[in-house]
C-alpha cells in the first residue's frame, strides 16, 4: 500500500531542498513525478523555490476550495496519455511519486484528498511543511497531517544560540511580532526565524500563542 508522509521542520529546515531531491531522484531512475503546491503560497508563483537557489515550475496548484484529488487525477491523466502510442496498451506511463510543497497551507479536507491518492490511487504522497505558524498554533493542513499521515519525519535546523529549533518566529522590519493573521507570505517588511524554546519565550516576553 501507497502512503502519506509528513516531513515537517522549522523554516529554514531545507523542506523544498528535500523535496526537489525526492523528485530528482525519482527521475534519474527513470520515474515520473507531479509537484504541486498551495496557491496561496505567492513567493515564486507557480514555482518551488529552495534556499540553495534551485527553482522548479510545478504541475499544478491547488486553490483554497479545490479538490485536490480531482486535480491529481486531472494531471496524471496528462502524464499516463503522453508518449501513449510508443508505449503497450498493458504497460502505460504513470506517477510514481506526488510531492506537495508548503502542505500548512492546504485545508483538512485536501489533507484527506492526500490520504486517499495513497490508499485509493495508490500513489506514494510525500508533504512537505511546518507544524506551527508564528503563535505556536498548528496550521490546519499540519494537524489533519499530523493525525493522518502514515510516516512522519522532522526536518532539523539551528536556532541562533545552536539549540534545535522548533518555532518560527515573525519580524516585521526586523522585530519580532506576536499578533496578527495565520498566514503573511515573506514580503519586503516580513520575515521569519526559526527559534528553539528558550528563544522564542525570550522574544515573547514569556509567552506561547
Known amino acids: 500500500m501507497a502512503k502519506l508522509y509528513f516531513r515537517y521542520g522549522a523554516m529554514n529546515s531545507g523542506k523544498s531542498t528535500a523535496l526537489l531531491q525526492a523528485a530528482y531522484n525519482y527521475e534519474?531512475?527513470?520515474?515520473?513525478v507531479l509537484l504541486a503546491k498551495p496557491e496561496i503560497d505567492t513567493k515564486g508563483a507557480s514555482?518551488?523555490?529552495?534556499?540553495?537557489?534551485?527553482?522548479?515550475?510545478?504541475?499544478?496548484?491547488?486553490?483554497?476550495?479545490?479538490?485536490?484529488?480531482?486535480?491529481?487525477?486531472?494531471?496524471?491523466?496528462?502524464v499516463?496519455?503522453?508518449?501513449?502510442?510508443?508505449?503497450?496498451?498493458?504497460?502505460?506511463?504513470?506517477?510514481?511519486?506526488?510531492?506537495?510543497?508548503?502542505?500548512?497551507?492546504?485545508?483538512?479536507?485536501?489533507i484527506d484528498d492526500?490520504?486517499?491518492?495513497?490508499?485509493?490511487?495508490?500513489?506514494p504522497v510525500m508533504?512537505?511543511?511546518?507544524?506551527?505558524?508564528?503563535?505556536?498554533?498548528?496550521?490546519p493542513g499540519s494537524a489533519r497531517l499530523l493525525?493522518?499521515?502514515?510516516?512522519?519525519?522532522?526536518?532539523?535546523?539551528?536556532?541562533?544560540?545552536?539549540?534545535?529549533?522548533?518555532?518560527?518566529g515573525r519580524l516585521i522590519d526586523g522585530r519580532f511580532v506576536f499578533d496578527g493573521d495565520q498566514v503573511a507570505i515573506d514580503g519586503a517588511a516580513v520575515t521569519y526565524e526559526s527559534l528553539c524554546g528558550n528563544c522564542y519565550l525570550e522574544e515573547s516576553g514569556g509567552i506561547l500563542g
Do not use: M
Not at 534519474?28 to 515520473?32: F, N
Not at 490520504?115 to 500513489?123: C, N, P, T
Not at 499521515?149 to 518555532?167: D, M, N, P, Y
Open 47 to 78: 514555482q518551488i523555490e529552495s534556499r540553495l537557489g534551485v527553482t522548479r515550475e510545478v504541475d499544478f496548484l491547488i486553490g483554497e476550495n479545490d479538490d485536490a484529488r480531482a486535480l491529481f487525477h486531472a494531471e496524471r491523466e496528462k
Open 147 to 168: 493525525a493522518i499521515a502514515h510516516s512522519l519525519e522532522e526536518l532539523k535546523t539551528i536556532c541562533r544560540c545552536g539549540r534545535k529549533a522548533v518555532f518560527n
Open 127 to 139: 508533504a512537505y511543511g511546518i507544524r506551527n505558524d508564528f503563535r505556536t498554533h498548528a496550521f
Open 114 to 123: 492526500l490520504f486517499r491518492i495513497a490508499v485509493l490511487d495508490g500513489i
Open 80 to 110: 499516463r496519455n503522453e508518449g501513449a502510442d510508443e508505449l503497450l496498451p498493458s504497460d502505460p506511463e504513470d506517477v510514481a511519486c506526488l510531492l506537495i510543497d508548503e502542505a500548512q497551507f492546504l485545508s483538512a479536507d485536501q
Open 28 to 32: 534519474e531512475r527513470g520515474q515520473r
